[in-house]
């Protein structure tokens, strides 16, 4: 139901991030820095090298004057997201890099998933990443590339206050500053904003559709090979879509074991 949807769904993260009121001090809180200014922002970016590569939708895509922002909300632990920065990373340089520019060109690069789970099981609410020597840690590549991990469900580990007042948000507690409560506002407003609920819907809509039609092609255990081909496609899309494990099953007629196969290997 729209009264239900939070910000930790998929499509109403991005639609409120598009807000650049809300999504400039929400990266300067997750990242401790500062931004003067936003000049490109863009809600379910499109990324692709070729028309035969994996092509990746981004949830929130932000530039400054020098700096370039991926913003990804994850529901569900697919255990691909280390792999997922790998590609994201090279999608985005190609982009920037036209034919004849210097690698120095290239802007610094963060690449930010808001998690609700913990990636890598030690408890902390953020894991921070960039590349530097295995023989002296103090030595630095210098690659100008960083990648962030949040793990909403320790936000009570979190010392930075601002921070933790988000990552404690996130987890689903009410709005208790004035960022979270301008996020939450704007949550209400998008919920109710009658072409938004079309939209949101169509969407979910489109899922289920496709998972009707592998179940309607006659897809059970040991019929046509195309109809499982068409029922595991069908399994991918929602789990991009971050739908749970059990409604995938639901859907799909797919088994348990199966899915959790598939995302594995996703």
């Known amino acids: 139901m729209p009264e239900e949807i939070r910000i930790t769904d998929n499509f109403m993260f991005a639609t409120v991030m598009q807000n ?6 929400f990266i300067e809180r997750m990242l401790g820095i500062s931004i003067e200014k936003i000049i490109y922002l863009e809600r379910e970016k499109d990324l692709k090298s070729d028309p035969y590569s994996k092509g990746i939708r981004l949830d929130v895509f932000v530039k400054d004057s020098s700096r370039v922002f991926t913003i990804e909300m994850q529901c569900l632990d697919r255990k691909d997201l280390p792999l997922r920065t790998r590609y994201y990373q090279g999608l985005q340089d190609i982009s920037f890099l036209d034919k004849g520019n210097l690698y120095r060109s290239l802007p610094e690069s963060y690449i930010l998933f808001v998690c ?13 990443f960039k590349n530097i020597c295995e023989e002296d840690p103090s030595v ?20 930075n206050p601002e921070r933790r007042a988000l990552l404690k948000y996130f987890y689903g507690s009410n709005a208790d500053d004035d960022l979270t409560k301008d ?14 609920r079309k939209e949101h819907m169509t969407v979910e809509q489109e899922i289920k559709i496709q ?3 592998a179940y309607d092609d006659g897809f059970s255990i040991g019929v046509s ?14 789990m991009e879509k971050n739908m749970s494990s059990e409604d995938i099953c639901e859907l799909t007629g797919l088994s348990l074991n199966e899915i959790k196969r598939i995302a594995v290997s996703n």
């Open 20 to 25: 650049e009121r809300i999504c400039r001090p």
């Open 116 to 128: 609700l789970f913990d990636l890598f099981g030690k408890d902390l609410p953020v894991y921070s």
């Open 140 to 159: 630095s590549l210098n690659d100008k590339t960083h990648k962030v991990f949040y793990n909403v469900n320790a936000w009570e580990m979190e010392k």
């Open 183 to 196: 996020i939450e506002e704007q949550v209400h407003i998008t919920r109710n904003l009658r072409e938004w």
């Open 211 to 213: 998972a009707s039609y």
């Open 225 to 238: 090979q195309g109809a499982h081909d068409k029922a595991v496609e069908t399994a991918r899309k929602m």
